[in-house]
């Protein structure tokens, strides 16, 4: 298996693209943080490293990591993305807590197999698949905000 380095040089080098250093810092980053990161905690911890990477740089450069799949977008509708790198990793999705805000990891094998029956059934070729459900954990079920009442119509 190639290191995520490697894929990386390799996309660059198809596409045409400048390979910098700053760039290979940041992938490097990325892979050694094994939680979902947003755009400043990655410069943040890129600074704690005594890395001197902008954060232009750092937004230039996610945009080619999702592309040539090593990173991939996750929205956890607060307000910004979050990233988590994905190469080398089994294909999971994300349970989220509507009151604490807490994101566990699942795997389900099953949602796999639907890539070939979109395939088969509808000549659709999925790329790419993720799941985000949204509710209440374990901790926070039962203290869960009650539902809006319904209006009634005059």
Same mark, same amino acid.
């Given at each position: 298996?190639?290191?995520?380095?490697?894929?990386?040089r390799e996309y660059?080098?198809?596409?045409?693209?400048?390979?910098?250093?700053?760039?290979?810092?940041?992938?490097?980053?990325?892979?050694?943080?094994?939680?979902?990161?947003?755009?400043?905690?990655?410069?943040?911890?890129?600074?704690?490293?005594?890395?001197?990477?902008?954060?232009?740089?750092?937004?230039?450069?996610?945009?080619?990591?999702?592309?040539?799949?090593?990173?991939?977008?996750?929205?956890?509708?607060?307000?910004?993305?979050? $990233?988590?790198?994905? $190469?080398? !990793?089994?294909?999971? !999705?994300?349970?989220?807590?509507?009151?604490?805000?807490?994101?566990?990891?699942? %795997?389900?094998?099953?949602?796999?197999?639907?890539?070939?029956?979109?395939?088969?059934?509808?000549?659709?070729?999925?790329?790419?698949? !993720?799941?985000?459900?949204?509710? $209440?954990?374990? %901790?926070?079920?039962?203290h869960e905000a009650?539902?809006?009442?319904?209006?009634?119509?005059?």
């Amino acid at each position: 298996m190639k290191s995520e380095l490697e894929i990386f040089r390799e996309y660059i080098r198809q596409r045409g693209l400048r390979r910098t250093p700053e760039r290979e810092l940041i992938l490097a980053e990325i892979f050694a943080t094994h939680e979902h990161f947003d755009v400043d905690s990655l410069y943040l911890s890129l600074r704690q490293k005594g890395i001197k990477v902008s954060k232009a740089s750092i937004y230039r450069a996610l945009p080619l990591f999702i592309d040539c799949g090593l990173v991939r977008e996750v929205d956890f509708t607060d307000g910004h993305w979050h $990233y988590e790198h994905i $190469y080398g !990793h089994e294909q999971h !999705h994300h349970l989220r807590c509507l009151a604490c805000g807490e994101v566990l990891e699942f %795997a389900e094998p099953g949602l796999s197999c639907l890539g070939l029956r979109l395939l088969q059934e509808y000549g659709f070729t999925v790329v790419s698949q !993720h799941l985000d459900v949204k509710g $209440y954990c374990r %901790a926070c079920r039962g203290h869960e905000a009650p539902a809006e009442p319904e209006k009634e119509t005059p």
